[in-house]
């Protein structure tokens, strides 16, 4: 848990250091692919989580990988190195793109249906986020063949589950509790 506090302070500032000198969106940009090439990369996360690679080599990797980066990005990565804190690299891109897109006023929906969505129905589930929580949205699409039909939405803290498996499954409880 103290790991996780520890990201989102280092990601509050480094926001507020883009903030201040009106890069928010590039680092933002730098931040995005910190997070998808560790994803991406079993070989990296366990590079930077290895109290046995020394950190200059660290250092030296991860400024080859992203050396377009800018300014305020590259100084994360010296400032942790310096306070031996590299292996939260990943959390503090994580917490800064989540701070950014709050920042902006922008949102995740996660929709989760047994089949891909088509456009059309992107543009309703984002105007019915709109409609709820006053914000605009980014859809995340899940494809799960196990809920059979329909789809799962969420938004932030809301779940609106209108999936085929969970009305089987409820209806599956009643018989069983009559």
């Known amino acids: 848990m103290s790991g996780s506090r520890a990201a989102i302070r280092y990601a509050k500032a480094v926001l507020s250091l883009a903030t201040d000198q009106k890069s928010t969106e590039v680092v933002n940009s ?66 800064y793109v989540h701070l950014y897109d709050q920042l902006k006023g922008r949102q995740i929906a996660s929709v989760t249906t047994a089949i891909p969505l088509t456009e059309e129905l992107k543009t309703k589930v984002l105007t019915k986020v709109k409609e709820l929580t006053g914000k605009e949205a980014e859809v995340k699409s899940i494809i799960d063949e196990s809920i059979i039909g329909g789809f799962i939405l969420r938004v932030g803290d809301i779940q609106y589950n209108a999936s085929i498996a969970n009305k089987l499954d409820k209806l599956k409880r009643e018989f069983t509790l009559n």
């Open 30 to 95: 730098d931040m995005k692919s910190i997070t998808n090439a560790i994803a991406g990369n079993e070989d990296l996360n366990q590079m930077l989580q290895s109290p046995v690679v020394r950190s200059s080599d660290k250092k030296a990797v991860l400024l080859a990988i992203f050396k377009d980066a800018n300014v305020a990005t590259t100084n994360l990565i010296d400032v942790l190195i310096a306070n031996k804190r590299l292996p939260l690299l990943n959390d503090v891109a994580s917490s």
